[in-house]
Structure formats: structure tokens, C-alpha cells
């Protein structure tokens, strides 16, 4: 999974180590030589430490879906940094049932909302824009 283009700094939250899978403080996944990781770290502290201090153009993390994501997440787009944020869900309908992610639609926090195919992997099935 390449995550980097020239010249954009990426920085990837990975709580769990479920996207780096990093071991031994090297990452098993190659995303990129311009892609800082931060690992067993919760996502909203995570994402508020990169923004302060890596500079990155573009921040990712998976599973999103607390109050203090969605915080985290605000500040990170509103001091102009981008986002890549997974979460689950099979509709917009579906999304909206979680409070989370019911503020996240209503403020119009992304510009693009995909759903994805659960059986065949990187299969796009929807894309929303915001």
C-alpha cells in the first residue's frame, strides 16, 4: 500500500498496528519514505501530535468513531491539514445512525464520503461528494 506522492508528507495514526504493521519499530507495510507512524497511540492524541509537530500534508487513521476522533479530526482540517479516515458502515443512512458520524455529515467535515466492497478488496461500490 503506497500511501506517499512526491513532496506531500503523510502521517499515519495506527493504534493498533492494523495498517504499518509495525514490528520492532520497522514497518512491515511500506508506506512510503515520506510517511511518519505513530503506533499505540489513540487516534485523537495521535492526530493532535502530528499536526503540532510533523508538519503533514495528509493524516490517516482507521476506525474513527469516538467524540474525541471527531475533535481530533476538526482540528486537523481546520489548521489545513487533509484526511484519509476509515470507518464502518454500508450507507450514508447507515452512517448517520452513529452520533459521531451524524455531526461529521451535517457539517460537511469531508469532501468525499466511498463505501467500499467487504468481499472484493479496493472495489469501489459509491462515491459521495460532499
Do not use: W
Not at 2 to 17: A, P
Not at 35 to 61: F, H, W, Y
Not at 106 to 129: H, N, Q, S
Amino acid at each position: 500500500m503506497q500511501l506517499t506522492l512526491s513532496g506531500i508528507n503523510v502521517s499515519v495514526v495506527d493504534e493498533r498496528n492494523e495498517i504499518s504493521a509495525m514490528y520492532k519499530g520497522i514497518s512491515e507495510n511500506d508506506l512510503g519514505i515520506r510517511t511518519d507512524i505513530l503506533t499505540n497511540i489513540t487516534k485523537n492524541i495521535g492526530i493532535e501530535m502530528l499536526v503540532r509537530n510533523m508538519s503533514p500534508n495528509v493524516i490517516v487513521a482507521d476506525e474513527i468513531g469516538n467524540e474525541a476522533d471527531f475533535e481530533a479530526i476538526k482540528y486537523a482540517m481546520c489548521s489545513g491539514v487533509k484526511g484519509i479516515f476509515t470507518a464502518h458502515g454500508s450507507s450514508l443512512d447507515n452512517l448517520r445512525t452513529n452520533p459521531i458520524f451524524k455531526k461529521i455529515l451535517d457539517i460537511k467535515l469531508f469532501d468525499k464520503i466511498i463505501f467500499l466492497d467487504e468481499k472484493e478488496k479496493g472495489k469501489i461500490l459509491k462515491v459521495y461528494d460532499e
